[in-house]
Nanobody, 124 residues
Framework: QVQLVESGGGLVQSGGSLRLSCAAS????????MGWYRQAPGKQRELVAA???????HYADSVKERFTLSRDNAKSAMYLQMNNLKPEDTAVYYC??????????????????WGKGTLVTVSS
């Protein structure tokens, strides 16, 4: 069993920055990929950024040049540095991981474990 816990969300003004953290614990022996997903009110959950076991990364077009995903394998942790935040970035952000092989970039349906999410609110 794997547990994922997100932290770092909050209220920020447009143009501001936040850093999200995801801590993984439990039986984390092999990970195919990890990712950050978000779900805005009334919308489907979508992929924000992902990192494969080999280090390849993927970013949604809407966050390229603004968000940076990083991973600390020693700490079983993943981070999302979010700069130049916009009101449309407002959402609950989830950390997720998949153990099996997955299409790339990993769709929401492929992920095996999810955190409970952390709310990011960007005011205009």
């Amino acid at each position: 069993q794997v547990q994922l816990v997100e932290s770092g969300g909050g209220l920020v003004q447009s143009g501001g920055s936040l850093r999200l953290s995801c801590a993984a614990s439990g039986s984390v022996y092999r990970i195919s990929a990890m990712g950050w997903y978000r779900q805005a009110p009334g919308k489907q959950r979508e992929l924000v950024a992902a990192v494969a076991a080999g280090g390849s990364t993927h970013y949604a077009d809407s966050v390229k040049e603004r968000f940076t995903l990083s991973r600390d394998n020693a700490k079983s942790a993943m981070y999302l540095q979010m700069n130049n935040l916009k009101p449309e970035d407002t959402a609950v952000y989830y950390c997720a991981l998949v153990i099996r092989g997955t299409p790339w970039p990993p769709p929401t349906s492929a992920m095996d474990y999810w955190g409970k999410g952390t709310l990011v609110t960007v005011s205009s």
